[in-house]
């Protein structure tokens, strides 16, 4: 098991990555001084596999755990689901010195975090990422949202989890194109911060396809190292942060303006980066060399790098005008400056974008 520690002054937490983890759960809450009530928030198919492994080694340890499933997918990130939450909770009976615990891929992680987040204003929230995407990304740093009809995550709260589990294990059942579709952000790290790992994932590319619980543990270990760091330094996104928002400009418009359907979000994600990457080469940031490089490794994971033909570069300009990073309607861009080193609050021209947007379409 390897750990790293989000240093947040009088929060800090541990995330632990390694292969069976999920079967220590229960001492870990006894570690963290849990109450006795543990609501256990899952998804459906997430249930059947892991849910009876979580739910005993919390019971062993005397705690009364109830299964909470919710629907797979994003259509759960709602404010029935989370009114139902609720009133779970309230059914169980949870009390300030219970503990939520999200397990599954970030549509759980963000549902329960931000049930967590409120009920009787803020309890204990345990994290159990299942997703290559959570593991990463979504269980780690302390942003949890429902969405709304009219977009994405628009209503949410920082609420940092006590402790994380990312166990390895559990990618084994992942759909590959999900698994694929995790890198994304793990190549993401890599661009925003680590030519190391960059240089890990273009050595390691068949082990970490594969599925190899080594290979997977060590990049898992290795983005929550920089996730951790980052988010330490800047909690509340209030400059450092926007870095982790690297290529998700482009690719939130991408996102949205397919629908949240055809694609997924780090493929949005990998199409994204394509797009700051070619922006940067145009603003004479970065070197074609390196943008070539981005793009093979992307390639190399099986990731989109275009944009799908039938997508409209004005709806995509349109849903980048909505997003909630967008301030005073000015897009603001993460660019790279090298692999490994990025530059945060770049503006761009629009001309300029509709341009790189249009070289971008799939022919
Ligand atoms: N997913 C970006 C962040 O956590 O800030």
């Not at 139902?84 to 059914?91: D, K, M, P, S």
């Not at 009976?93 to 975090?113: I, K, Q, T, Y």
């Not at 920089?226 to 290529?247: F, H, S």
């Not at 692999?339 to 799939?362: F, K, Q, S, W, Y």
Request: charged share 20%; net charge negative; with cysteine.
């Amino acid at each position: 098991m390897r750990s790293v520690t989000v240093a947040l002054p009088g929060r800090a937490y541990q995330v632990d990555v390694g292969s069976g983890a999920l079967a220590g759960v229960g001492e870990g809450l006894d570690r963290l001084g849990s109450g006795r009530r543990v609501a256990l928030v899952t998804d459906a198919a997430i249930a059947r596999s892991f849910g009876a492994t979580v739910a005993g080694a919390v019971a062993a340890t005397g705690r009364t755990v109830e299964l909470l499933p919710v629907p797979s997918g994003e259509a759960s990130k709602s404010l029935r689901e989370l009114e139902r939450l609720y009133l779970e909770f309230a059914r169980l009976r949870l009390d300030r010195g219970s503990a939520v615990l999200a397990l599954g891929g970030g549509v759980v992680g963000d549902l329960a975090g931000f049930a967590a987040a409120t009920y009787l204003r803020g309890i204990d929230l345990v994290q159990l990422p299942t997703t290559l995407l959570a593991q990463v990304d979504a269980s780690v740093g302390g942003k949890t949202a429902i969405d709304l009809p009219v977009g994405k995550n628009l209503v949410g709260a920082f609420h940092q989890p006590r402790w994380v589990v990312a166990d390895v294990a559990t990618l084994a059942t992942l759909p590959p194109r999900e698994l694929r579709a995790g890198l994304a952000e793990v190549i993401k790290y890599g661009v925003i911060a680590d030519a190391a790992l960059f240089a890990l994932l273009e050595r390691e590319q068949a082990r970490i396809l594969a599925g190899e619980p080594e290979a997977l543990a060590e990049i898992v270990f290795q983005s929550c190292r920089i996730k951790a760091d980052v988010v330490t330094q800047d909690e509340r996104e209030g400059g450092l942060r926007a870095i982790l928002n690297y290529g998700h400009t482009v690719g939130h418009g991408v996102e949205a303006a397919a629908g949240y359907t055809g694609l997924l979000h780090g493929e949005c994600v990998a199409i994204g980066m394509t797009a700051a990457a070619a922006i940067a080469v145009r603003t004479g940031l970065l070197a074609q060399a390196e943008a070539d490089r981005q793009r093979r490794l992307l390639q190399l994971y099986g990731l989109p790098i275009a944009i799908p033909a039938e997508l409209d570069g004005e709806a995509i300009l349109a849903a980048m005008r909505l997003d909630k990073k967008t301030r005073d309607d000015e897009i603001h861009f993460v660019l790279p400056r090298r692999i490994g080193a990025v530059e945060i609050g770049c503006r761009i021209p629009g001309e300029l974008l509709a341009d790189v947007l249009e070289e971008l379409r799939a022919p």
